[in-house]
């Protein structure tokens, strides 16, 4: 990858479709980060507070005393039958920044020793401190189909399949996630961006352009989850405690925007 950190940083625009029940849309700007596992940015002291990629926002131990994000998937894809050895993974994420991060959604590319595209794994994140990983085999387009089992929104229950279109970035950003249930597609999210090599210049210009992003996604679930259950839709509970697919209690929170 490009830059002095060997990484991309991309100014995005999101944008959620809600069609059933009645149709809800926003859009939201922000940036973020593609880096390579193996050489994440090393960020001089002076910046540091507004970029940090840490174990914990994204491994298993949430105190990030635990193995290093790479270590951590590469143990998920052994449990799913799957070596990655010496391949190389690009992560597209939020960093950490003033003491802050929320990855509604991580996207990790996995390649095998050769270089050949070994998976995606799909990582999303909801307000409750739940975690859940999808993994979608090769696909030279990058699409993939997988059904939902992980509790993200009060306003939808668990059921219905993702069908996503995730091909691995370049200078352009361009992510599609639908979501299908019974009757026809419920939600649709795409993430569109333009990106630039990685470096002191670029971040500084993206957090004076997006200030406070991460709090931003943060404080735009809420609101918008207020806006909707303020609108008369539904709340689904979570499924039981003890279920694969519970994942703490139900909030007022819009189903979680790719940031």
Request: positive net charge; contains cysteine; charged residues 20%.
């Amino acid at each position: 990858m490009p830059g002095p950190w060997g990484a991309v940083l991309y100014d995005t625009l999101t944008t959620h479709v809600r069609t059933v029940p009645g149709r809800h849309a926003f859009r939201h700007r922000g940036y973020l980060w593609l880096v390579d596992l193996d050489r994440l940015p090393s960020v001089p002291w002076p910046l540091r507070p507004l970029a940090a990629f840490r174990a914990g926002d994204h491994a298993s131990d949430p105190a990030g005393t635990g193995p290093t994000i790479r270590r951590d998937l590469e143990r998920h894809l052994a449990e799913q039958g799957i070596r990655l050895g010496g391949g190389q993974v690009l992560m597209l994420t939020q960093a950490r920044s003033l003491g802050h991060v929320f990855n509604p959604l991580t996207v990790y590319w996995c390649r095998d020793d050769e270089g050949r595209p070994l998976c995606t794994v799909v990582e999303v994140h909801n307000t409750y401190g739940g975690r859940h990983r999808y993994l979608l085999p090769p696909d030279p387009t990058g699409r993939g189909e997988t059904r939902k089992d992980f509790y993200v929104s009060p306003f939808f229950p668990v059921d219905g399949r993702y069908r996503m279109l995730l091909p691995e970035p370049g200078k352009r950003l361009s992510l599609t996630v639908h979501l299908e249930r019974e009757g026809g597609r419920a939600f649709t999210a795409t993430v569109r961006g333009t990106g630039r090599a990685a470096g002191p210049a670029a971040l500084l210009r993206v957090a004076l352009t997006h200030p406070f992003a991460t709090w931003a996604v943060s404080l735009h679930i809420r609101y918008r989850g207020i806006r909707l259950w303020l609108s008369g839709l539904p709340v689904h509970p979570r499924p039981a405690a003890g279920s694969s697919l519970s994942a703490g209690e139900p909030t007022l929170t819009e189903e979680v925007p790719i940031p």
